[in-house]
Structures are given as structure tokens and as C-alpha cells.
């Protein structure tokens, strides 16, 4: 008797039609779905975020130096703010949003945390697979910036699977290192997650790091051999002559007000790029100001008046003007704005400022912030947390900027730079530091190289 026989007489005859036009309308419907593969006469790049594009400026750059190249490029993020104006104009560059997750998803709350991770993490798996695998063509090559790893690198990694697309690994930091700010280093989720990290980026075929000091951790940490691409800074940040400066000054709305005595150096610019995240604690900067307030109060010898401009989004931007709000009787010679900014008044304002502050604290000690390659891009020395291993890969003491440890210390460099006038020779440094080696320089011998688009 075959085996077609004994399943006829267990299961009815209907039930077995029902199961076959299943399986082959499931497997129809799987094979129908299937993203499209590339084609290998046509070279592209889909550039992936998920963020919001306008807060990205390192994936943007990558989007630009693409452009200038006449590669054809998707670019691919949330579009919450300003995007590059030379991204919208290029007729290389194509913008395809993503549908963020809904506001209530987002807490800083842990034990909210872990209840609606999962429900957000759902719905960006959703979200990113629909769009890179029926949205976008099939690419040539997917370049993916890390973090957020979860779920970015799993559904990059399926969909280059599917497409014949070659991945890279964009590294910014660790994800994993970014949730261990969330839920604690030994937290068991944290090294599930970095498990994660470690298995969904061997399929990539080549990886990029910020930092020489990242590449070692990903090699030892990971097993993956990875280039270094240094942030430096793009052609709209420069160093503005006193006219230029005047100008700024007296345009911008942060500082108009405060624009006689800023020219005649009563009183300095301070500016403080941010993303309002656990990685840099503002506390640190509001307490080294009430400290420099009571100076000024008591007469301290040429202690200045400061405009303290703090730029950026984030989640605890509202939680720290709170704060703010209620030191001000403890601020009478200290004004400080928040503000967001175009890219354009963004750079200006770098160019017209006195000191740049950067409170990145680095959770994985091996990242460095942009921000500081784009002051020294406006010749703006910095102030920096420098308590961590990377540090000196981007400033050299006492040349383009200085390190501080406690809101004791940047109160006491404050003094000593501004009192002083060792900014200036700062700022002499940090021009050069700026001119010697830009986006471009930096860009064309690694990520160009490693596409074939220069030699």
C-alpha cells in the first residue's frame, strides 16, 4: 500500500485539498513577495537610517560624496528635520521616509522600556523591510549606520540576502553600549544585545569606523577587520573673517540681542551642540555656569558675561529647560537659548562663537562626537569631556582644545581661557586642525576606494 493510500484513508479527501491549496498559495504568495535582486548593470547605493536623516550629517555626507561621484543614491530615514539642501537639489539622490513609530512607543521610563521595546521594535522591522524591499530598487551596495543595531542589522542583513546587495557596516558606536546606559552594563538584555551586534554583523561585507580605537574593540571583540573613516568636517563650516562675524552676530535671533556687547568682548559665545540623550549630562555645563555667575557676581578680576547657545533635539531637551528655568536666579550673568537651527545658521553660528562645549561622555569610550569635527571645520577651539579612551584621536591639549573632568574644572577653564585670552591661540589651532584634512580627503581614499570610485 503507498503512502498516498494509507493518508487517504486517515484524512478526508477535502481536508487534503484544503492543506495542498494552502502550502502552494503560501508558497506562491512567499515566492511573489520576495524582494527583487539587483542588477548588476547598474551601480547604486541605498544609504540607511533609521533616525532622522537631518540629525545624521555623517550619513548625509556619505549621501554627498556619493552624489558627487554620479552614483544614484536612496536615502533612507526618518525625515523629521532639515535635510542638506544639496541632497534635495541633486538629481542623484532620492529621499524615501520612513513612517516613524507612534510617539507613545518612546519612554525613558525602564520598566516601560522593556514592555514597549518589542511592540517599537515590531513596527520598525515592518516599516524598513516594506520600504527597502518594495519601496527601493535593488542596489549594489546598502552602507547602514550602526546604531540603532536592533533591528536594523537583521533586516539589512535578510534584505541584502534576498537582493545580491553588498552590505556596509557604518559604525558609530555600539549599540549594545547605548542600552547599557538605559538598563546597566551587566544588564542580561545588554548582552543579548550585544550578541545580537556581533552575529548580524558578520554578513556585511566590509566595515567603517569613527575611531582607530573602535576598530581594535570590533576586531577583538568581534573578529571583524574594519577601516577607519574619520569624521571631518564638510565644506559649509569655515572660519568667518570679523566682518562675516558681525553679520552672524547681529542676524542670528540667539544673539542679536547681545550683539554690542559680544563685538566689543563683554561678553562671549559659548555653543553646545546636543542630541539630549543619557550620553552627555548637561548638569555638568549648568553647574560650571552657576559657578562662573557667582565669579562675575563677586567681582572676580575680568570675569566676562556669557550667551550659552545649546543647539539640537532630543528626548530630554524639556526635562533640562526645566532645569534651567529654575537655576536662572543662580544665572544673573549667564544667558543661555536652546535652539535648532538650520545647517546654514548652524555653521554660522560655529563660525561666530567664542567656545565650543561637547559633553559626550562616549558609552562605549572608543566613539567621538562630530560636533567637535565641525568646530574645528568653523575654527571654534573645545571645551570636552576627555575621560574616555578615544579623546586624543580628535584633540590635542592645549593646541585645538582642552579636556575637563567635573563641572569644578570647565568652570575653572572657562576663567583661564576667556580671562585670559588663551582662546586665541585655541582657535589658531583648531583653523588648522580644520583645513589640513576635510570630508573629502577623508572619504575618497577609504569609503571611494572600497566602492572602485577612486583609485
Known amino acids: 500500500m503507498s503512502w498516498l493510500e494509507v493518508v487517504d484513508g486517515l484524512i478526508p479527501e477535502q481536508y487534503i485539498l484544503t492543506l495542498v491549496l494552502f502550502f502552494s498559495t503560501a508558497i506562491t504568495v512567499t515566492l511573489l513577495l520576495i524582494p527583487t535582486r539587483f542588477p548588476k548593470h547598474r551601480a547604486s547605493v541605498q544609504v540607511v537610517v533609521l533616525g532622522d536623516i537631518g540629525r545624521s550629517p555623517r550619513m548625509q555626507y556619505h549621501a554627498l560624496s556619493l552624489a558627487k561621484n554620479l552614483v544614484n543614491v536612496e536615502l533612507i530615514g526618518y525625515q523629521e528635520s532639515d535635510i542638506h539642501p544639496k541632497l534635495l537639489q541633486s538629481r542623484f539622490v532620492k529621499i524615501v521616509p520612513l513612517v516613524a513609530a507612534p510617539r507613545w512607543l518612546q519612554t525613558s521610563n525602564k520598566l516601560l522600556f522593556l514592555l514597549l521595546a518589542p511592540i517599537k521594535v515590531v513596527w520598525q522591522?515592518?516599516?524598513?523591510?516594506?520600504?527597502?524591499?518594495?519601496?527601493?530598487d535593488p542596489a549594489e551596495w546598502m552602507l547602514v549606520q550602526n546604531p540603532p543595531s536592533i533591528p536594523t542589522l537583521a533586516v539589512a542583513d535578510i534584505i541584502c540576502y534576498f537582493r545580491n546587495t553588498k552590505l556596509i557596516i557604518d559604525w558609530h558606536n555600539f549599540g549594545y553600549s547605548i542600552l547599557g546606559l538605559k538598563l546597566g552594563a551587566n544588564h542580561r538584555l545588554v548582552a543579548i544585545a550585544k550578541a545580537y551586534e556581533r552575529i548580524c554583523a558578520r554578513p556585511a561585507f566590509a566595515h567603517l569606523t569613527v575611531t582607530d580605537a573602535m576598530s581594535r574593540v570590533l576586531k577583538r571583540d568581534f573578529g571583524l577587520k574594519a577601516l577607519t573613516l574619520h569624521d571631518r568636517p564638510a565644506d559649509h563650516f569655515k572660519v568667518l573673517t570679523l566682518r562675516e562675524r558681525e553679520a552672524v552676530v547681529r542676524r542670528l535671533p540667539q544673539t542679536k540681542e547681545f550683539a554690542d556687547e559680544i563685538l566689543q568682548r563683554r561678553r562671549f559665545i559659548l555653543v553646545s551642540p546636543t542630541s539630549w540623550t543619557p550620553d552627555e549630562d548637561?548638569?555638568?555645563?549648568?553647574?560650571?555656569?552657576?559657578?562662573?555667575?557667582?565669579?562675575?557676581?563677586?567681582?572676580?578680576?575680568?570675569?566676562?558675561?556669557?550667551?550659552?547657545?545649546?543647539?539640537?533635539?532630543?528626548?530630554?531637551?524639556?526635562?533640562?529647560?526645566?532645569?534651567?528655568?529654575?537655576?536662572?536666579?543662580?544665572l544673573e550673568h549667564v544667558h543661555i537659548e536652546t535652539a535648532w537651527l538650520s545647517m546654514e545658521d548652524y555653521a554660522a553660528l560655529l563660525g561666530a562663537a567664542d567656545l565650543g562645549i561637547s559633553l559626550h561622555t562616549s558609552s562605549s569610550g572608543v566613539d567621538l562626537p562630530m560636533k567637535v569635527v565641525d568646530m574645528f571645520g568653523a575654527g571654534l577651539p573645545v571645551a570636552g569631556w576627555s575621560e574616555y579612551e578615544s579623546w586624543p584621536e580628535l584633540v590635542t591639549e592645549g593646541v585645538n582644545g582642552v579636556g575637563f573632568n567635573s563641572a569644578e574644572s570647565l568652570a575653572d577653564k572657562l576663567r583661564e581661557l576667556l580671562v585670559t585670552g588663551r582662546v586665541v591661540p585655541l582657535r589658531e589651532g583648531a583653523s588648522w586642525e580644520g583645513k589640513k584634512r576635510r570630508w573629502e580627503d577623508e572619504w575618497n581614499p577609504v569609503m571611494g576606494r572600497l566602492l572602485g570610485l577612486t583609485t
Do not use: N
Open 125 to 136: 522591522i515592518v516599516a524598513l523591510y516594506w520600504v527597502l524591499a518594495y519601496r527601493c
Open 282 to 330: 548637561f548638569m555638568i555645563l549648568l553647574e560650571a555656569l552657576v559657578v562662573h555667575s557667582a565669579r562675575v557676581r563677586g567681582y572676580v578680576m575680568g570675569a566676562p558675561r556669557l550667551l550659552v547657545i545649546i543647539t539640537g533635539k532630543g528626548p530630554q531637551k524639556q526635562y533640562y529647560e526645566k532645569v534651567i528655568k529654575d537655576l536662572e536666579p543662580q
